[in-house]
């Protein structure tokens, strides 16, 4: 796990930043919205060389801005860091670049979504600085692969998340791929996690004003050990312009860190669907797979 001062990942693993949730989609038909790809985390040893120069760099978060015009935070899952330093993250990255964040694994795996004001409390702390710079689009809740859907659970934890607090829900378990599962997001105005992984079907419901994606791999031993193929990454293409047709703005991340394999399957599919680089991005001839 990389120091909490630097990284926003794990050694495992033009947005609207207002935050506020809506009741479900408001694209129409016909319309595309925004597209913002990104990583899961900008800090692991192995992407020196690939993604990072040989030497490494003074700052990897300011660096990685050059390459990617958003990142999912993913070590506060692990730790929550204080507050400072989601505001060093602020203050080191340009004025349009954006955070996701992943709720602490003491709401999602520890307390199961049962009794999590507290802790609800310390995370909204540390996204703050965030929030308060317009740098923040989305929390991610990583829901356990042992948590079955219990409606009446559910609908507490939802309707005890502030409203401005814009939230994407990542399910693991089959149970809640039901339409009383998908009609709670839409009531509470938060975001089904669309995700290409073993576990789950892809499917491309979107319940929000955005949609969230998330790229895992297929490892057979750990998901995320996995290097997508061209004829992979293709098959995205059409499914990501559905739901830009859908949502107001898509975020998408890939979680397949080894070997710097997210920003090489990242990179590759922004320049499928035409996506410009971040102003100023350096060529990435160390992201040539």
């Known amino acids: 796990m990389q120091g909490e001062g630097e990284s926003g990942g794990s050694a495992r693993c033009s ?16 319309n595309v919205g925004e597209l913002l790809l990104g990583t899961c985390g900008w800090d692991y040893p192995e992407w020196v060389g690939r993604v990072y120069p040989p030497r490494g760099v003074a700052d990897k978060l300011r660096f990685y801005t050059r390459l990617f015009p958003i990142v999912e935070v993913d070590s506060t899952f692990y730790r929550l860091p204080p507050p400072s330093v989601a505001a060093s993250w602020a203050r080191r990255t340009p004025s349009s670049f954006r955070f996701a964040a992943k709720f602490p694994r003491t709401i999602t795996h520890d307390l199961r979504l049962v009794d999590t004001d507290p802790e609800l409390a310390k995370f909204l702390e540390v996204l ?13 809740l990583q829901l356990p692969p042992s948590l ?11 309707a005890s998340l502030p409203r401005d607090l814009p939230v994407a829900v990542e399910f693991r378990e089959g149970s809640w791929l039901v339409p009383e599962s998908y009609a709670l997001l839409r009531e509470f105005g938060l975001a089904h996690v669309v995700v290409d992984g073993p576990h789950l079907p892809i499917v491309l419901e979107v319940t929000a004003p955005f949609a969230y994606v998330r790229w895992h791999g297929h490892g057979r031993r750990i998901w995320y050990d996995y290097t997508y193929s061209a004829e992979e990454l293709s098959a995205w293409v059409p499914r990501l312009h559905e739901l830009e047709r859908k949502a107001t703005t898509v975020y998408g991340f890939f979680n397949n860190h080894f070997r710097g394999d997210a920003a090489v399957n990242c990179r590759t599919l922004a320049e499928e669907l035409g996506l410009p680089a971040p102003s100023g991005s350096p060529r990435l001839t160390s992201l040539d797979a």
């Open 148 to 158: 079955s859907f219990e409606p009446a659970i559910v609908r507490r934890f939802y």
């Open 15 to 30: 947005a609207s930043p207002s935050g506020f949730r809506g009741e479900g989609p408001s694209r129409t038909e016909g």
């Open 128 to 140: 703050r600085p965030l929030r308060d710079a317009g740098k923040f689009v989305a929390a991610l």
